[in-house]
């Protein structure tokens, strides 16, 4: 019974320092010895001195101040595992994930609350309030990422059927409900959708796709296309403009540097630049010719121009046109 007890008061001191102990809320000796009084466990102060040596052995950061108020030892965390900025960056991740519902978003919160002390889990619950705009109520795609990540795991291939809204505004299957048949990659958010990216052998590329809107989804007994040596999905987002897909090019763009910001949050540090004036720079990068890129663009009016390759630049200037008929 005396090592149970041992074991057990172990337990609970690591709980009541981790729990509820910070530099500003501390803990006695003398407060620590009526907490297990009231729990049913004898301990005497110098037990409890041996038993904080033990934890901060193990590696628990522990720290030990005698404050002047009362001249008794304080305890309390000194570095926890989760900070508190941490956890908030982690809650407000959460709270604004469009495709993480009311009631999924609810428990997350409250697990990652408990990633810090009582008083901090407080602060955070009172500014904590759920966005419940446009988020998904259908729970459905906490399946499809549980299967993906099997096959990722297992390196097996995914089967599965994908949605689309049809022209009355109901979601239906693509193609009749013809079975999907992918190479799981790796996932990717954007637009506050997620998405498993995977290699579609039929069309011979790596395509995207919504994990809220696959449906029946499987891991396959065959295994995976592997993907190359060099593959990063960080790379492959890189070059996409949204997140459709489209065939990779060298551009050659010539930027006004009033939007330098945007070209490295864009583009990354590590710029192939090819000429640079006072006011001007002009950098090589491969992109994915899209629609979308065209429209990223068109945002930065004459501030940026697409210098080569001649097919491309002409296919901006094809949208452009296109577009200006439809106001003709």
């Not at 489209?246 to 192939?272: A, Q, S, Y």
Request: aromatic share 12%.
């Amino acid at each position: 019974m005396g090592k149970s007890a041992n074991k057990l008061r172990l337990l609970y001191l690591n709980r009541i320092l981790c729990e509820e102990t910070s530099e500003e809320y501390p803990i006695t000796g003398k407060e620590l010895m009526q907490r297990f009084e009231d729990i049913g466990l004898k301990a005497e102060r110098k037990t409890i001195y041996a038993d904080i040596k033990v934890l901060q052995d193990f590696g628990l950061d522990i720290i030990c101040e005698k404050r002047k108020q009362n001249q008794e030892n304080h305890y309390y965390i000194g570095q926890q595992e989760f900070q508190l900025p941490e956890v908030k960056t982690l809650i407000d991740a959460v709270q604004f994930a469009k495709f993480i519902t009311p009631k999924k978003s609810a428990e997350l919160i409250e697990k990652l609350c408990h990633l810090t002390n009582i008083h901090d889990t407080k602060w955070l619950k009172e500014r904590s309030v759920l966005n419940y705009v446009n988020k998904k109520q259908n729970e459905h795609i906490y399946f499809s990422l549980d299967a993906s990540i099997e096959a990722l795991r297992k390196q097996k291939k995914l089967e599965f059927q994908y949605l689309t809204y049809t022209d009355n505004r109901t979601l239906a299957t693509k193609y009749e409900g013809a079975t999907y048949v992918v190479s799981p990659y790796g996932f990717s958010m954007y637009d506050n959708k997620y998405y498993l990216i995977a290699y579609h052998e039929r069309y011979e590329q790596i395509v995207p796709f919504r994990l809220d809107m696959m449906k029946h989804v499987q891991v396959s007994q065959a295994d995976r296309q592997a993907p190359t040596a060099d593959f990063q999905i960080s790379d492959y987002l890189r070059g996409a403009f949204s997140i459709m897909t489209g065939e990779k090019v060298f551009v050659d763009l010539c930027w006004d540097k009033k939007h330098l910001n945007t070209i490295m949050d864009r583009f990354g540090p590590d710029l192939f630049v090819l000429a640079e004036t006072a006011t001007h720079l002009t950098i090589k990068v491969e992109v994915q010719i899209s629609p979308s890129f065209y429209a990223w663009l068109v945002k930065f009016g004459s501030h940026v121009q697409i210098i080569a390759p001649d097919s491309v630049r002409q296919g901006f200037i094809n949208q452009l046109q296109r577009t200006l008929a439809g106001y003709e």
